[in-house]
Nanobody, 114 residues
C-alpha cells in the first residue's frame, strides 16, 4: 500500500509559477515510476510528467519547457515545478505511483486565471 498526499495547488495568474509536492508513505526509491496526472472538467485524466526510480523523466509535449518533475528520495517526495502557467493548465493534479499496483493521491486543484 502506498499513500500519496499532494500539496501546493492554488490560484495563480497566467505566467505565474507553482510547485506541487507529493509525499509518499513508502520509500520512493522502491517505486518503479511516479508521476503527475491532471484532469480538467469534461476531460480525461492525462499524464503530465513521470519519473522512474532511476531518475529518468518524461514530460508531456503540452508542458515541455515549462514543467519539470523531480524527486527527493530522502524526503520521499516528488515535485512538479510549473512555470509560465496558462489558463489551459487549470485542472486537478493527481500524484500517481506504480508499485506493482497503481496508487493515486486525492488531487490538488490548480487554477490559472487569465
Amino acid at each position: 500500500q502506498v499513500q500519496l498526499v499532494e500539496s501546493g495547488g492554488g490560484l495563480v495568474q497566467a505566467g505565474g509559477s507553482l510547485r506541487l509536492s507529493c509525499a509518499s508513505s513508502r520509500n520512493i526509491f522502491s517505486i518503479n515510476v511516479m508521476g503527475w496526472y491532471r484532469q480538467a472538467p469534461g476531460n480525461q485524466r492525462e499524464l503530465v510528467a513521470s519519473i522512474t526510480s532511476g531518475g529518468s523523466t518524461n514530460v508531456a509535449d503540452s508542458v515541455k519547457g515549462r514543467f519539470t518533475i523531480s524527486k527527493d528520495n530522502a524526503k520521499n517526495t516528488v515535485y512538479l515545478q510549473m512555470n509560465s502557467l496558462k489558463p489551459e493548465d487549470t485542472a486537478v493534479y493527481y500524484c500517481h505511483a506504480n508499485a506493482i499496483y497503481n496508487f493515486w493521491g486525492k488531487g490538488t486543484l490548480v487554477t490559472v486565471s487569465s
